[in-house]
T-cell receptor, first 113, second 119 residues
């Protein structure tokens, strides 16, 4: 079974600064997908970024980028130029090219003005 | 595109009654839908996976007779909490997986969730 671990229950960052959220996972699979989801106070799950394991290049989406280290089974999320609207719970998730998503425990991010 | 709706967004019911939650994919066909439960300040826990036209697959520890799931069409799945009790109070989230191929095959699109309170 796959496991996803987010070791930072809570983090804070000053507006306009950069923050990195950590995620590690455990799997014996070679082909899989990794995701970061954002859950703001509205509780709507929003996909932030996706990474295919077979791609060596790290995914980027505007201010969001990942550092994917396949050998280390690490998948961190970097948020640049943090904005107040980035305040949310962030979940790292793993999909082994099958059906289900396995979520980490989440990191609560607070962006301070 | 890829919008998923849930209805109702919140519901309060009395202990012993049943509650039905609907999950709809509005602009795509969802061959697979998922139901999650989320307690306050916790992560999402997968309850069951439903494929259109077949029985749902429940995760270990989830009572299938209590949480009835029906996926009768490619755009609608329902979760019925039967004989609800206060401990069933939670936030229930559905997601849908696109039936097409390509890069979005393994991506799930989430509904806005339903807050259930059982008194």
């Amino acid at each position: 079974a796959q496991t996803v671990t987010q070791s930072q229950p809570e983090m804070s960052v000053q507006e306009a600064e950069t923050v990195t959220l950590s995620c590690t996972y455990d799997t014996s699979e070679n082909n899989y997908y990794l995701f970061w989801y954002k859950q703001p106070p509205s509780r709507q799950m929003i996909l932030v970024i996706r990474q295919e394991a077979y791609k060596q290049q790290n995914a980027t989406e505007n201010r969001f980028s990942v550092n994917f280290q396949k050998a280390a089974k690490s998948f961190s999320l970097k948020i640049s130029d943090s904005q107040l609207g980035d305040t949310a719970m962030y979940f790292c998730a793993f999909n082994n090219a099958g059906n289900m998503l396995t979520f980490g425990g989440g990191t609560r991010l607070m962006v301070k003005p | 595109g890829a919008v998923v709706s849930q209805h109702p967004s919140w519901v309060i019911c009395k202990s012993g009654t049943s509650v039905k939650i609907e999950c709809r994919s509005l602009d795509f066909q969802a061959t697979t839908m998922f139901w999650y439960r989320q307690f306050p300040k916790q992560s999402l826990m997968l309850m069951a996976t439903s494929n259109e036209g077949s029985k749902a697959t429940y995760e270990q520890g989830v009572e299938k007779d209590k949480f009835l799931i029906n996926h009768a069409s490619l755009t609608l799945s329902t979760l019925t909490v039967t004989s609800a009790h206060p401990e069933d109070s939670s936030f229930y989230i559905c997601s849908a997986r696109h039936g097409g191929g390509g890069g979005t095959l393994y991506e799930q699109y989430f509904g806005p969730g339903t807050r259930l309170t059982v008194t």
